[in-house]
């Protein structure tokens, strides 16, 4: 086989496949036919808000609970449903890191060698280099509780990376840090997986952290999955309300479909008002109800030539600081503008307001 075929076939080997995994607790539906997969090397993010079914999703995946019932569930070509989480090729790391507190930092990395009956000075070696990988060797002999909040979820991450498995699991690592290092570590966590060309299922409940860090997202909700695709395809091509909502979207009008051609609508809106927009994944055809998602800052005062303006007039204006927030009322409801320090539409008089038809996303699934 060419080289380059062969590489081209590895990097599209699946090394995680769920299929149609359903799992209950009593009476509550955690995961319904829920399918999922990610190829080698690949940063897939499970998103979505508390009790989507997130947590269940990856202690099915490592074993940690028995699903009610799995069509397949594969990790690295090996099928693992009837396998013990030991027995299993994945590592989780949890938001808690448990870590060993009276143990040194390379006592901790290195210990998933050692029961893997590593001799101890390859395991110290191999712990070294791991911790140079989150640039904490120099404090490789410090105690867990000598250390901060980052520093330790860093040693939990050595000691995951370290034992070199198929796919490594994260739940919500970052949780527990402030805002600003939790931006730091999205950036280094995304470099280390990089780095390691190893397969990460990541979940979080951030849309900020699925949209930096992942090759691939999952949306899901009350236990199944609403979307998933590129982090740029859930951010401008939400396919439902609920994933509109859910991507920060100030502004979801409801309509009518009245013309398509390929990638875009014409829609109207209540009031006759009718307008432009891109067509998210989905079945359309004209005559349909529709909804429409416009972020408040892609909204901004227009002349009445510009595209997709309607007339309005200001209700309310909120000074933000770095920012205001508009509220103006039209013929096809209220919209929220969002003007950024300096730009005109903090002060001035607004009698109409546009946007351009490739800012505004039309979705079929309106009550989703
Ligand atoms: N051990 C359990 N017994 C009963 N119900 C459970 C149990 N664990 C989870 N559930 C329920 O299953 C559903 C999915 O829970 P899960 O923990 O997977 O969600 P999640 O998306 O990870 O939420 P979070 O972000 O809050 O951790 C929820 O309705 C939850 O209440």
């Not at 429409?292 to 007339?311: F, K, T």
Request: glycine residues 8%; charged residues 25%.
């Amino acid at each position: 086989m060419r080289k380059d075929v062969e590489m081209n076939r590895q990097i599209q080997e699946a090394m995680l496949e769920v299929q149609d995994v359903v799992h209950r607790y009593g009476n509550v539906t955690a995961l319904s036919h829920v399918s999922i997969s990610a190829e080698r090397g690949e940063f897939l993010t499970i998103l979505g808000s508390s009790g989507s079914g997130k947590t269940t999703m990856l202690r099915v995946i490592s074993g940690l609970e028995t699903p009610t019932s799995v069509g397949k569930l594969r990790i690295d070509g090996q099928d693992v449903a009837g396998l013990p989480a030991a027995k299993r090729n994945c590592t989780t790391v949890f938001q808690n890191y448990a870590l060993f507190p009276h143990m040194s930092v390379i006592e901790n990395v290195a210990y998933g060698l050692r029961i893997r009956h590593m001799n101890p000075s390859d395991a110290l070696r191999e712990a070294r280099r791991a911790l140079a990988m989150v640039q904490l060797e120099a404090k490789a002999e410090r105690g867990i509780r000598q250390l901060s909040g980052g520093e330790r979820q860093r040693v939990a991450l050595a000691r995951a990376v370290v034992t070199k498995p198929a796919v490594l699991l994260l739940d919500e690592p970052l949780g527990a840090l402030d805002e600003r290092l939790r931006q730091d570590m999205q950036v280094e966590l995304k470099d280390l997986q990089r780095s390691l060309g190893m397969t990460f299922v990541y979940i979080t409940h951030s849309q900020e952290e699925a949209l930096t860090m992942s090759d691939r997202v999952i949306l899901m909700r009350h236990g199944s999955i609403v979307q998933s695709g590129r982090p740029l395809t859930l951010f401008d091509r939400p396919v439902s309300r609920f994933a509109a909502d859910f991507m920060g979207y100030e502004n979801i009008l409801e309509g009518r479909l009245i013309a398509r051609d390929q990638e875009s609508g014409l829609i109207e809106l209540p009031g006759g008002v009718q307008v432009r927009g891109m067509l998210a994944e989905g079945a359309f055809a004209p005559g349909d109800g529709i909804g429409l998602a416009i972020r408040a800052e892609r909204i901004g005062p227009a002349d009445a030539d510009y595209p997709n303006s309607v007339p309005a007039t200001v209700r309310s204006r909120i000074y933000r600081g770095k920012y205001t927030d508009v509220v103006v009322d039209t013929a096809a409801g209220a919209l929220r503008l969002r003007s950024w320090h300096g730009s005109h539409a903090e002060a001035e008089d607004i009698a109409r307001v546009g946007w351009k038809p490739a800012d505004a996303v039309i979705f079929s699934r309106i009550s989703e």
